[in-house]
């Protein structure tokens, strides 16, 4: 039986400011991150973790060392420290609403935030269960903050249980995770482990094996320029140029908002410029690079097509690789997955295996060397005022992360 600690954990994390900032190129992107950080390695050092520390990027590294004397796979538990920039995460105050009976749960410092049963299908399971939630005025953090204090929860109670047979486990806590930079800067030489698991997923029970592919796709255009009151036969502008090439997307297919499951999308992320030059962004997802690369063909005939009307104007249409289907790895390493399937089943839950339509830090792990499936930490609602979490839920990752401990070492 866990003495668990992780509400208490997770309370104190969330109200450290963590946001992190496309924006900004420093690494972290923002200092803040270093705050929390900070107070994870003394928690670790705390424990009984001597190696614990934080390097210059922000990174967290810690190892619970072997108490067995079989010979056993080094494993890492891996979580993000920021939080997203798309709603604010300061002064976050979070809010247990205890024995949920399936009401809608109302956010007190801003009403008209309201978290309905009838539009979170997740609460349907929820009832007896406690909820946490913020305030209403920030994000709360449970992307990954639950997944943080899961795994400090996780390693405190292996610590103070030595009867409990387990091999090297890592702890690797990274930052920028939410702006696509989590891995940059990790030290896979230092970190030394051989299979991972981000606890970095949603739903209580789920563990996902599958990822998008992504790349992302620069549209550059050149435009010509003319005085408008002189502009006949002359005038190719490069925002209307760019306007066309946009509105000529398919609208009931290949986007976000008319896709799920396994169907792959572009997506228009920005678009800039003036008269003379103008600058498209997107995104392109699917789960396989053959779809991938027929998504972002099906863009460069939109472009070109556009451009037949713009005989002076001139283009130049850049693909870059964002990050691959970690599947293609996981499928090499099958006990990876199994055993995380089998440390959920062993909580008492039915374990569901699932895609993402999105990537973790597991992603590039895996093609890194480090392969690493992704399991729930119980979040739901990512990025919003409405986020929440159950107490329970959490509880649950954390016996997961201890029986996937566990049966590593049975296994060896």
Known sequence: MIQHTVVERFLKYVQIDTQSDVTSFTVPSTMKQKDLGKVLVEELLAMGIEDAHMDTHGIVYATLPSNTNKEVPTICFCSHVDTSPDSSGKNVKPIIHKNYQGEDIILPDDPNQVIRLSENKALKDQFGNDIITSSGLTL???????????????????????????????????????????????????LGAQFGYTIDGETVGTMEDE????DGITININGVS??????????????????????????????????????????????????????????????????????????????????KNYPNSTYEFVVSEQYRNMKKVLDNYPQVSQYAFEAIERTGLKAVKRSIRGGT????????????????????????????????????????????????????
């Open 140 to 190: 709360l953090g449970a992307d990954d903050k639950a997944g943080v204090a899961e795994i400090m929860d996780a390693m405190h109670h292996l610590i103070n249980n030595p009867e409990l047979k387990h091999g090297d486990i890592r702890i690797l806590f990274t930052v920028d995770e939410e702006i696509g930079r989590g891995v940059d800067q990790v030290d896979m030489k230092k």
């Open 361 to 412: 830090d597991g992603s590039r792990l895996s093609f890194l060397g480090l392969p690493c499936p992704n399991i729930f930490a119980g979040g739901h609602n990512f990025h919003s005022k409405q986020e929440w979490v159950a107490v329970q839920d959490m509880e649950k990752a954390v016996e997961t992360i201890v029986n996937i401990c566990l049966i590593w070492e049975e296994n060896a």
């Open 211 to 214: 990822t998008f592919s992504a």
């Open 226 to 307: 003319a005085h408008p009151g002189y502009a006949k036969g002359k005038l190719e502008s490069a925002i209307k140029i760019a306007s066309e090439i946009v509105a000529q997307l398919p609208s009931d297919r290949l986007s976000p908002e008319s896709t799920s499951g396994k169907q792959g999308f572009l997506h228009p992320l920005s678009i800039t410029g003036k008269v003379e030059e103008a600058k498209l962004t997107f995104i392109v997802r699917d789960f396989t690079d053959e779809a991938l690369a027929s998504h972002a063909a099906e863009l460069k005939d939109i472009v070109e097509n556009v451009m």
